[in-house]
């Protein structure tokens, strides 16, 4: 199993730029989340999802949108990207459909907002 | 805002000793959750202990966790090089189905 896997790996962007991070588990898992971590800010909830076709807003959803149309994936998309969104990105998934158990982490991506 | 606080901010010890962390929490838990970020990686899960718990082990890892006092310690025993990372409290709030918030993490070093 490849666990959670996202795409790209760092990206650069200039403002008001449009992208789409992604995130995929082979896990077969329900709950899907996003997070961003920020220097002394530890990891903020971001969206969540608990199955294909819901989807939930975290702790700081602004600036960003999901949808998550099958059980493997789970994008994040920037509809104009601002250099307060420079930050790393982490995607992670859970066996529980509640997302109250262990989560699974992918590798991160690292984006830079010009 | 962000549930957990985690004390120290930054621990540095000798390769064989002790390191201790802690969490404090503000809200009523279902859980409480350790884990562990090598520098540039992903999160990877260490330990979970439930809210009618007191005490959990796994190999060089004993977590204790005291509802009354919304507080959890991390003890790593016999400190190796390889233990250097950053340790990070996670609780699933009661009534906040879906989420797990984190703490701001201890950055542990380990020196040989």
């Known amino acids: 199993n490849a666990g959670v896997t996202q795409t790209p790996k760092f990206q650069v962007l200039k403002t008001g730029q449009s992208m789409t991070l992604q995130c995929a588990q082979d896990?077969?898992?329900?709950?899907m989340s996003w997070y961003r971590q920020d220097p002394g800010m530890g990891l903020r909830l971001i969206h969540y999802s608990v199955g294909a076709g819901i989807t939930d807003q975290g702790e700081v959803p602004n600036g960003y949108n999901v949808s998550r149309s099958t059980t493997e994936d789970f994008p994040l998309r920037l509809l104009s990207a601002a250099p307060s969104q420079t930050s790393v990105y982490f995607c992670?998934?859970?066996?529980?459909?509640?997302?109250?158990?262990?989560?699974?982490f992918g590798p991160g991506t690292r984006l830079l907002v010009l | 805002s962000q549930q957990g606080e985690e004390d120290p901010q930054a621990l540095s010890i000798q390769e064989g000793e002790n390191a201790t962390m802690n969490c404090s929490y503000k809200?009523?838990?279902?859980?409480l959750q350790w884990y562990r970020q090598n520098s540039g990686r992903g999160l990877v899960h260490l330990i979970l202990?439930?809210?009618?718990?007191r005490e959990k082990h796994s190999g060089r890892l004993r977590v204790t966790l005291d509802t009354s006092k919304k507080s959890s310690s991390l003890l790593i025993t016999a400190s190796r090089a390889a233990d250097t990372a950053s340790y990070f409290c996670a609780t699933s709030p009661y009534n906040q189905g879906g989420k797990l918030i984190f703490g701001q993490g201890t950055e542990l070093s380990v020196k040989p």
């Open positions: 896990m077969n898992h329900e709950y």
């Open positions: 809200t009523s838990i279902n859980n």
């Open positions: 202990i439930r809210s009618n718990e």
């Open positions: 992670a998934s859970s066996y529980s459909t509640s997302g109250r158990e262990t989560q699974y």
